[in-house]
T-cell receptor
Framework: KNQVEQSPQSLIILEGKNCTLQCNYTVSPFSNLRWYKQDTGRGPVSLTIMTFSENTKSNGRYTATLDADTKQSSLHITASQLSDSASYICVVSAGGAGSYQLTFGKGTKLSVIP | DGGITQSPKYLFRKEGQNVTLSCEQNLNHDAMYWYRQDPGQGLRLIYYSQIVNDFQKGDIAEGYSVSREKKESFPLTVTSAQKNPTAFYLC????????????FGDGTRLSIL
């Protein structure tokens, strides 16, 4: 059964600090992995998408890493801001292009406090 | 600006009532999706449509129905057969006739009266 596990479930950090969110998956065959940011009461917004051959991808202060061998991904947030408070969702796609076999993680809820 | 518009933002359903959630997109995307989000759970796919007048069931289609008469619109009806409809419903779209959701709407929160 395809699964995506995210940790921690929730996290509180001080404004300006860095943090790293984890995503472990058991999805096969792996196609790509996407990180979304979801503000409370809003729809998810894509931050990064990574294929098998990509190890690192950045989007501003967000840097995602992928280790396809260990089936782990992380999302690193640098110099956190209050606006980073949100849920971060890891989504893994199985199969090739056109596949609807997406497995969603339950998300990590990040709170950035002043 | 292009995007996905979901309405209403909040919706209440009475016992035995069918309700319809609206989803409109102006991104010219072929594929559209409906997801359900429950607290502490990952998103689950209800229905998806790759092209006008065609749609397929997702993982939790029971108690729901959809139509795709226009490229821009993909309404979701929550029928009285759905016994636990309280959730946050998200509509999404993607370019091409396949693939993964690229853009999401801001959701409709459905509650039971």
């Amino acid at each position: 059964k395809n699964q995506v596990e995210q940790s921690p479930q929730s996290l509180i950090i001080l404004e300006g600090k860095n943090c790293t969110l984890q995503c472990n998956y058991t999805v096969s065959p792996f196609s790509n992995l996407r990180w979304y940011k979801q503000d409370t009461g809003r729809g998810p917004v894509s931050l990064t998408i990574m294929t098998f051959s990509e190890n690192t991808k950045s989007n501003g202060r967000y840097t995602a890493t992928l280790d396809a061998d260990t089936k782990q991904s992380s999302l690193h947030i640098t110099a956190s801001q209050l606006s980073d408070s949100a849920s971060y969702i890891c989504v893994v796609s199985a199969g090739g292009a056109g596949s609807y076999q997406l497995t969603f993680g339950k998300g990590t809820k990040l709170s950035v406090i002043p | 600006d292009g995007g996905i518009t979901q309405s209403p933002k909040y919706l209440f359903r009475k016992e035995g009532q069918n309700v319809t959630l609206s989803c409109e997109q102006n991104l010219n995307h072929d594929a559209m999706y409906w997801y359900r989000q429950d607290p502490g759970q990952g998103l689950r796919l209800i229905y998806y449509s790759q092209i006008v007048n065609d749609f397929q069931k997702g993982d939790i289609a029971e108690g729901y129905s959809v139509s795709r008469e226009k490229k821009e619109s993909f309404p979701l009806t929550v029928t009285s057969a759905q016994k636990n409809p309280t959730a946050f419903y998200l509509c999404a779209s993607s370019s091409g006739q396949g693939g993964q959701p690229q853009h999401f709407g801001d959701g409709t929160r459905l509650s039971i009266l």
